[in-house]
């Protein structure tokens, strides 16, 4: 494992960045499949994560690859990265590896310090971290996040629209005044309908925020679907091409029929 060593300048001391598991170069041949890695950044920052490359990372140099950020729930916080395998992206990468998810994307899944939140500038910092190190497309990063990370999904979006080419926040919920932000976004929100941890009210008022807005959201709104509603969602193989579908700051038009 190499670990790459960046100094910026911060109140006049020069204060080392490290990113664990990062390539020195092109012709360096990074280790495919999922690995646990650490970021940090200056000492404020530290972000234990999952890194997934498809196995046919290392085959062609010249290749860009869509990657997929994933934000876990509340119940996945803690220092064991591992226990972020339980739910979405990172359990499917290893179960399921001649899916489309497993072959065609990278998929990073950043640890949630126990107690805490979602914080967008470290989310963005550890996306352009990944940016600089493997051969992402700008053009085709995605965001998803379930529960707790879907209330992240909504947030980072909000705050950072121009990075994504499509977001899929799933159980969580968002500040509808905030929809203007996002309205130019492909978005496919998923929600169940009987939910007693995270109340449909809070997908069904940001999708009409956006519809109001004649934004580009699909609404799925699972009947009789209570909070995990994530494990049918993330085993749709239409979610994925629905994904590689879009690329950031292209025009499609707004879905007509609610619920597909």
């Known amino acids: 494992m190499t670990i790459a060593h960046w100094m ?6 020069a204060v080392p960045l490290f990113v664990a598991g990062s ?6 041949q990074p280790e495919t499949g999922q690995h646990a890695k650490l970021f940090e950044k200056q000492i404020e920052l530290k972000l234990h994560y999952l890194l997934y490359l498809p196995p046919d990372y290392n085959k062609d140099q010249a290749k860009k690859w869509p990657l997929m ?10 220092d ?5 395998k339980v739910h979405g992206p990172p359990k499917m990468v290893e ?10 994307f990278i998929v990073v899944s950043p640890q949630c310090p126990e107690g805490k939140g979602w914080k967008t500038d470290e989310l963005e910092a550890l996306l352009d971290a990944t940016a600089e190190h493997y051969r992402i497309d700008p053009d085709r990063v995605y965001l998803t996040g379930l529960s707790m990370g879907g209330f992240g999904t909504w947030d980072l979006a909000a705050n950072a629209p121009k990075r994504f080419a499509a977001i899929v926040p799933i159980c969580g919920g968002g500040n509808p005044a905030m929809a203007r932000r996002i309205k130019d976004l492909p978005i496919w929100v998923f929600h169940g309908d009987a939910d007693p941890a995270v109340p449909v009210q809070r997908s069904d008022d940001m999708v009409k925020a956006l519809k ?10 699972y009947p009789k679907v209570g909070h995990d509603c994530w494990t049918q969602t993330y085993n749709n193989p239409e979610l ?3 994904l590689l579908s879009h690329k950031r700051g292209e025009k499609k038009a707004v879905e007509t029929t609610p619920g597909k």
């Open 95 to 104: 179960m399921y590896k001649d899916s489309q998810l497993a072959k065609e």
């Open 8 to 13: 910026v300048a911060v109140a006049g001391l």
């Open 23 to 28: 390539a020195r170069g092109a012709d360096e």
């Open 212 to 221: 109001d807005l004649n934004a580009d959201v699909k609404y799925t709104r």
């Open 80 to 84: 064991d990265v591992n226990k972020v």
């Open 69 to 78: 950020l994933f934000l876990h729930g509340s119940g996945e916080r803690g």
């Open 240 to 242: 994925y091409q629905w």
